[in-house]
C-alpha cells in the first residue's frame, strides 16, 4: 500500500470455570466478566489500548491498527438491573478473550483499541443514529432502520445472540446518549486518532477489525477458521486480500472470504479501497480457541495467537512506506 495510492473498583465477578494454559500463561489472564456500579466516582476507561499503544513511553510506529469492539468484559449495573436475563446470558454477544489472542502485539511496534464495556450495553460497531426506536418509551434521533436494527443488534442491541430480550422495560431518550458519550465516542475518538497518527507517519494505514464467530453458521453449516470481510472488495485493494489469504492459508487454516460475515461498520466506515486508508473484518472461529463458553483451550488459543501476530507482522513489512 502507498501513501498516495481498570484500575477500578468492580464489585462482582462472575467466576468461570479453570483453564490451563501453555501460551502466555492463560491461567493468569483475566476473561471473568464485572460488573461495573454506575455511582463509582472513577469509572474506568471504556477502551484498552493494546501493543504499543499501550506503552507510554513509545509512539506506535505502524501503518497497521488494530480493533477490537466487542470484546468488552465490563457490564454496566444498570444495564445488568434493565432485565432479568442474567450477565451469562449477557455474555453471548462477547467475542469471547479477542483482545486476550492480540496481547503479542505488545512485542510489537503494532498498537490498536480494544474496547472494555460490553457489546450488551452498546455496541460501538455500529452508526451512532443506528437506534431502535422501539426500544423506548420517548422519541430518539434514529436513523432509517437498517436490517441489522431491526433484528436486534443495533447500536443498543435489544436482543442476546440467542434472541432473548435484554431489557424488560423502555429506556428513555437519556439512556442512549449517556452510553453514547460514555462508551462510544471515547472508543471512537480514540480510533481515529491512532489512524491520524499512523496516515501522519506513514502516508496510509491498514485496519485490522477483529471479532471472533460460531463454529457455524444460523443453517448449521461449518464455517471455516476464518473470514475475512472487506465489503465485498470496497474496503481493500486486491492484492492485500490476495497477499493475506495466501498467508493465513499458508499457516495451516481454512478462509472464507465475506460470508456469512462481510464487515461492520468500522471496517465500512475507515477503509476504501481505493484510498490511503484500508481496512479488513477478521472473524475467528471460536471453536479454535474454546472447549466450552467462556473457558479457553489453552494450545488452540497459542495457535491463534500466532497467527495473528504472524500475519499482522506480516502486514507491518507488506504496507511499510
Not at 501513501?3 to 465477578?13: K, M, T
Not at 426500544?135 to 441489522?148: C, D, G, L
Not at 436494527?149 to 449517556?178: C, E, F, M, N, W
Not at 471455516?224 to 472488495?233: A, E, K, N, S
Amino acid at each position: 500500500m502507498r501513501g498516495g495510492d481498570v484500575n477500578s473498583c468492580f464489585e462482582e465477578v462472575v467466576p468461570e470455570p479453570d483453564h490451563n494454559a501453555s501460551h502466555n500463561d492463560w491461567s493468569d489472564v483475566d476473561l471473568n466478566a464485572r460488573i461495573m456500579l454506575s455511582k463509582q466516582y472513577d469509572r474506568p476507561s471504556p477502551f484498552r489500548l493494546l501493543g504499543a499503544a499501550a506503552a507510554p513511553q513509545t509512539i506506535a510506529s505502524s501503518a497497521v491498527i488494530v480493533s477490537c469492539p466487542h470484546a468488552g468484559r465490563h457490564y454496566p449495573e444498570e444495564l445488568v438491573a434493565a432485565g432479568s436475563i442474567g450477565i451469562e446470558a449477557l455474555r453471548d454477544l462477547e467475542d469471547f478473550a479477542v483482545d486476550a489472542l492480540l496481547d503479542d502485539l505488545r512485542h510489537t511496534n503494532i498498537g490498536g483499541i480494544s474496547s472494555q464495556i460490553a457489546r450488551a450495553y452498546i455496541d460501538v460497531n455500529r452508526p451512532e443514529d443506528a437506534l431502535d426506536q422501539n426500544m423506548f418509551h420517548e422519541p430518539v434521533t434514529a436513523a432509517k432502520q437498517s436490517r441489522k436494527v431491526l433484528a436486534g443488534y443495533g447500536l443498543l442491541p435489544r436482543l442476546t445472540s440467542a434472541r432473548t430480550p435484554i431489557h424488560d422495560t423502555l429506556l428513555s431518550a437519556d439512556a442512549a446518549t449517556q452510553r453514547i458519550q460514555f462508551a462510544y465516542r471515547p472508543y471512537h475518538n480514540k480510533l481515529q486518532e491512532l489512524l491520524g497518527n499512523a496516515m501522519q507517519n506513514h502516508g496510509h494505514y491498514l485496519l485490522i477489525d477483529c471479532h471472533s464467530m460460531p463454529a457455524t453458521d444460523q443453517y448449521d453449516r461449518h464455517l471455516p477458521d476464518i473470514v475475512l470481510g472487506d465489503c465485498h472488495g470496497r474496503t481493500l485493494a486486491p492484492y492485500i486480500g490476495k497477499q493475506i489469504d495466501d498467508f493465513i492459508r499458508s499457516k495451516d487454516f481454512t478462509i472464507g472470504w465475506n460470508n456469512p460475515y462481510s464487515g461492520g461498520y468500522i471496517t465500512s466506515h475507515y477503509g476504501k479501497a481505493t484510498s490511503p486508508g484500508q481496512s479488513l473484518q477478521i472473524e475467528i472461529n471460536r471453536s479454535l480457541y474454546m472447549r466450552r463458553p467462556h473457558q479457553i483451550d489453552a494450545d488452540g488459543a497459542a495457535r491463534v495467537t500466532a497467527l495473528l501476530t504472524a500475519l499482522l507482522g506480516f502486514l507491518d513489512t507488506a504496507v511499510r512506506s
